[in-house]
């Protein structure tokens, strides 16, 4: 049966509702200029560097705020594929090189583009498309659907072929994330496809070597420790509840568990005689 809604899946819930909670306040203060980047005058001028660490918290535009919580609910497949601690990890452990690798590459980009390429859109686009390379990568597809756009006759009947493109199950979801990557152009998609690389960077393990092993402790989402000790204590005492009891011959059944296999042939030749 397919889950529906948010179920085991409570850190994309969070992320979903806290990107939305954070940009209607933003709107409701006035204070959407606090967000964006802009390499000048901003980085280059006035030295704002906290702006490095603010960038992704919301968004400015209503339009990228509704395909970006629509690809967050639908990328909520992957905390259900690996569950809600690798989940978290993998947010942590991204949080870093998405925060500082779009400013940087816009930062380069600007000379290169003449004064073109100066605008870094807020909101946590590179994360999303993070999450999107997994989503390409680890889940499959499940149907294809043809739309058809013209017919040409048949060459071997007179049935006539269907004509256009194929499409998968996940095209709604790379439409939407496409939909976020040209919403603020060129900015937005200098965004995307960081986030990208840097999630296709995470899954191949091209980075530092503990960079996809590391775990978030499991109470940050909710999970209570497993006490070892205490199951293991278990396990030996069912162990010996079961070898203490006796045979029809006197020995333990635990003795007659470990009897090797010439005990066994010449126990048979005893009886016979």
């Known amino acids: 049966m397919l889950a529906s809604g948010f179920t085991a899946a409570p850190v994309s819930q969070c ?12 709107s409701i203060t006035d204070t959407k200029y606090l967000f964006y980047i802009q390499v000048v005058p901003h980085l280059w001028q006035y030295k704002q560097a906290w702006r490095l660490l ?3 918290c919301c968004y400015n535009n209503s339009t990228e705020l509704l395909f970006a919580a629509m690809s967050l609910y639908h990328l909520r497949i992957i905390e259900r594929l690996w569950g809600s601690r690798k989940f978290a990890s993998f947010l942590f452990s991204l949080l870093p090189p998405t925060l500082l ?41 499940i149907y294809k659907y043809r739309i058809v756009t013209s017919k040409s006759p048949s060459t071997s009947s007179s049935a006539s072929e269907e004509q256009g493109p194929v499409l998968s199950d996940k095209f709604l979801v790379y439409l939407l ?8 152009f060129p900015g937005s998609a200098i965004a995307a496809s960081v986030g990208w690389m ?30 070892t000790g205490q199951g293991f204590e278990r396990l030996r005492r069912r162990l010996e509840g079961e070898g203490s009891g006796t045979g029809a011959d006197g020995r333990s059944e635990g003795e007659a568990r470990r009897r090797t296999l010439g005990r066994g042939i010449l126990d048979q030749f005893r009886g016979a005689f």
């Not at 979903?16 to 940009?23: E, T």
């Not at 994330?177 to 603020?184: K, N, R, Y």
């Not at 995470?202 to 999970?223: D, H, Q, T």
């Open 54 to 56: 603010v960038w992704q």
């Open 177 to 184: 994330a496409g939909q976020l990557a040209l919403s603020s």
């Open 198 to 227: 840097v999630g296709v960077a995470w899954r191949g393990e091209w980075g530092p070597g503990a960079w996809g092993r590391w775990r978030v402790p499991g109470w940050v989402v909710g999970e209570k420790k497993a006490n």
């Open 15 to 26: 992320l979903f509702f806290g990107v939305i909670a954070s940009s209607i306040l933003v």
């Open 101 to 141: 690798l779009p400013p940087i590459v816009t930062t380069m980009l600007r000379p290169l583009t003449f004064g073109a390429v100066n605008h870094l859109p807020a909101g946590p686009t590179p994360l999303i498309f993070a999450l999107l390379a997994q989503y390409h990568a680890a889940i499959p597809t």
